[in-house]
């Protein structure tokens, strides 16, 4: 049996763990992430893989970056959310711990823990997740390997056009699914509606406080599921969107398997219901033929560490 470790970076946490090559995580420690800084930032990456050698034996190092990685998967040219900007992170963790190291998107990483151990692990050709939480990410494998594009930054789901001159995203755009389908598309849906029809939106509102701008995710889903009209509503739009965008998926690629993540996922029926319905629908015509089945993601906050712990086995 051989262990490596993953370990997930993102804006606020830095997480990591021992993983062996079924999957299982062994033991795992979490710290916080000094985001704004890019020395300590690293140094704590650096305390994390240390901290986790010490206690096993381990081959090498995957790490999971909420960022834009390079072609040689050595390199952070871009992380939104960190300080990172062209940070050459596989040579410097390498040098410091004497193991081999990988860098890899965390959307990646997560598609990759998916396709292997989770959700996705009876599938041996392809797949393709969609992560939906605050915005939308996700990861293409296809003949067994992940699709990472000439440059290494493939698999962009999120920005894909989905409402020509729709709403305004952060990449620039105009339209991207990221804005329909995700978290944050959600709660801006919810808002609107109890704006507009706070008779039917009693329970949300009641939640924050009887101010629609108050709405945030976590009550959207609280009064879905206690039967608030407006709030089931908000969901069943997002379903609808995101069905439409893992039909396109179907039929540009044809997966195996298509896998559904993020933290709106625990909403479990009230999102996957109407998501499968679009999806459904918007594939009618290929009624006679196979299509992949849409499955929620498995491994929930471990895909992360998972993903890329055997990712790192690879190298």
Same mark, same amino acid.
């Given at each position: 049996?051989?262990?490596?470790?993953?370990?997930?970076?993102?804006?606020?946490?830095?997480?990591? $763990?021992?993983?062996?090559?079924?999957?299982?995580?062994?033991?795992?420690?979490?710290?916080?992430?000094?985001?704004?800084?890019? $020395?300590?930032?690293?140094?704590?990456?650096?305390?994390?893989?240390?901290?986790?050698?010490?206690?096993?034996?381990?081959? #090498?190092? $995957?790490?999971?970056?909420?960022?834009?990685?390079?072609?040689?998967?050595?390199?952070?040219?871009f992380a939104p959310?960190?300080?990172?900007?062209?940070?050459?992170?596989?040579?410097?963790?390498?040098?410091?711990?004497?193991?081999?190291?990988? +860098?890899?998107?965390?959307?990646? +990483?997560?598609?990759?823990?998916?396709?292997?151990?989770?959700?996705?692990?009876?599938?041996?050709?392809?797949?393709v997740m969609f992560?939906?939480?605050?915005?939308?990410?996700?990861?293409?494998?296809?003949?067994?390997?992940?699709?990472?594009?000439?440059?290494?930054? #493939?698999?962009?789901?999120?920005?894909?056009?989905?409402?020509?001159?729709?709403?305004?995203?952060?990449?620039?755009?105009?339209?991207?699914?990221?804005?329909?389908?995700?978290?944050?598309?959600?709660?801006?849906?919810?808002?609107?509606?109890?704006?507009?029809?706070?008779?039917?939106?009693?329970?949300l509102l009641e939640? #924050? $406080?009887?101010?629609?701008?108050?709405?945030?995710?976590?009550?959207?889903?609280?009064?879905?599921?206690?039967?608030?009209?407006?709030?089931?509503?908000?969901?069943?739009?997002?379903?609808?969107?995101?069905?439409?965008?893992?039909?396109?998926?179907?039929?540009?690629?044809?997966?195996?398997?298509?896998?559904?993540?993020?933290?709106?996922?625990?909403?479990?029926?009230?999102?996957?219901?109407?998501?499968?319905?679009?999806?459904?629908?918007?594939?009618?015509?290929?009624?006679?033929?196979?299509?992949?089945?849409?499955?929620?993601?498995?491994?929930?906050?471990?895909?992360?560490?998972?993903?890329?712990?055997?990712?790192?086995?690879?190298?």
């Amino acid at each position: 049996m051989t262990l490596t470790i993953g370990v997930d970076v993102g804006g606020t946490k830095v997480a990591g $763990g021992v993983v062996d090559d079924a999957g299982k995580v062994l033991v795992q420690v979490r710290r916080d992430t000094p985001a704004d800084d890019v $020395g300590k930032t690293r140094d704590v990456i650096i305390e994390v893989v240390t901290e986790l050698a010490a206690g096993h034996t381990v081959d #090498a190092v $995957g790490i999971g970056a909420a960022g834009w990685i390079d072609a040689g998967r050595s390199t952070v040219l871009f992380a939104p959310n960190l300080a990172w900007r062209d940070e050459p992170l596989r040579d410097y963790v390498s040098a410091a711990v004497g193991k081999p190291v990988i +860098v890899e998107n965390d959307g990646n +990483v997560a598609a990759w823990a998916e396709f292997r151990h989770g959700a996705a692990r009876e599938a041996d050709d392809s797949m393709v997740m969609f992560t939906i939480g605050t915005g939308v990410g996700g990861g293409i494998v296809l003949g067994g390997e992940l699709v990472r594009g000439a440059n290494g930054i #493939a698999a962009e789901l999120g920005h894909m056009l989905t409402v020509p001159d729709g709403h305004q995203c952060g990449c620039g755009r105009l339209g991207c699914i990221e804005q329909y389908a995700s978290g944050s598309a959600l709660v801006r849906f919810a808002r609107a509606a109890a704006r507009q029809e706070p008779h039917r939106a009693t329970a949300l509102l009641e939640l #924050a $406080g009887g101010e629609a701008d108050a709405v945030t995710g976590p009550m959207v889903t609280a009064a879905a599921q206690g039967g608030d009209p407006v709030s089931a509503e908000a969901f069943a739009q997002v379903g609808r969107w995101l069905g439409t965008s893992l039909a396109d998926m179907a039929q540009i690629l044809d997966p195996q398997v298509l896998v559904v993540g993020g933290g709106v996922v625990e909403a479990g029926d009230l999102l996957m219901g109407p998501t499968r319905r679009s999806y459904r629908d918007a594939l009618a015509q290929r009624s006679r033929l196979p299509v992949a089945e849409i499955r929620p993601a498995e491994l929930g906050n471990s895909a992360g560490v998972i993903g890329a712990a055997d990712l790192a086995r690879r190298i």
